[in-house]
């Protein structure tokens, strides 16, 4: 039913920085959380960082707590990933998505698992080079 659309993704020199955007197609956010993951080839699917779009609080990996910023804008229905410091290690296809907003929503332990999240974008490519 949420169809979502990641774009911002492309080349970067290490250090540079890069935003990403996950915006919601045809209806607004219904969900209460949406997270990012990126998975490169050869490699388990990883968490990077979520947010409660309701009560704002945020969640994130620790390979990017300090680096990346998750941050929404309601009026857009979008959430972004402000990406800072990228390394070569940071390249891989980044995902977002969102849970269906049902239920009582993910317990504050669970965000950083796919599980709870029902509708996924179909990616954008992020490469650093160094």
């Known amino acids: 039913q949420v169809q979502l659309v990641e774009s911002g993704g492309g080349l970067v020199q290490a250090g540079g920085s890069l935003t990403l955007s996950c915006a919601a197609s045809g209806r607004a956010f219904g969900s209460y959380a949406v997270g990012w993951f990126r998975h490169a080839p050869g490699k388990e699917r990883e968490f990077v960082a979520a947010i409660n779009l309701v009560r704002d609080a945020t969640y994130y990996a620790n390979s990017v707590l300090g680096r990346f910023t998750i941050s929404k804008d309601n009026a857009k229905k979008t959430v972004y990933l402000r990406m800072n410091g990228l390394k070569p290690e940071d390249t891989a296809v980044y995902y977002c998505?969102?849970?269906?907003?049902?239920?009582?929503?993910?317990?504050?332990?669970?965000?950083?698992?796919?599980?709870?999240?029902?509708?996924w974008g179909q990616g954008t490519q992020v490469t650093v080079s160094s």
């Open positions: 998505a969102a849970d269906d907003g049902m239920g009582p929503g993910p317990a504050t332990s669970d965000y950083d698992s796919g599980r709870v999240y029902d509708y």
